[in-house]
Nanobody
């Protein structure tokens, strides 16, 4: 059974930082690309970043242009875990944050439809 479990969300003040974790089980982690998305109330799920599978290209990471520079995604393949480091947080970053996994190469990494597996999400709230 494939499971993706996010953690690390919470309440933080504007300008603060959080690091989200996503622990993956039930699949061969090194063969899967991972993505982070977020969804604010009343809005569509939004792409944040994606990182290639270790077996493809270890250093390949893609970011949403608007978030690059404040958000950093990385993976620890020894722990089957992917992280999202979020710095200089703003109230508009408030959302539920999800991780996702897929084994296929290519395609649009920003599309929710390309990911086979999803976590349940973790809430991030940034106070002004």
């Amino acid at each position: 059974q494939v499971q993706l479990e996010e953690s690390g969300g919470g309440l933080v003040q504007t300008g603060g930082s959080l690091r989200l974790s996503c622990v993956v089980s039930g699949l061969t982690f090194n063969n899967y690309a991972m993505g982070w998305f977020r969804q604010a109330p009343g809005k569509e799920r939004e792409f944040i970043a994606a990182i290639a599978a270790l077996s493809w290209s270890p250093s390949s990471t893609t970011y949403a242009v608007a978030l690059k520079g404040r958000f950093t995604m990385f993976r620890d393949n020894t722990k089957n875990t992917v992280y999202l480091q979020m710095d200089r947080l703003k109230p508009e970053d408030t959302a539920v944050y999800y991780c996702a996994a897929d084994f296929r190469r290519g395609g649009n990494w920003a599309a929710t439809s390309r990911y086979a597996y999803w976590g349940q999400g973790t809430q991030v709230t940034v106070s002004s």
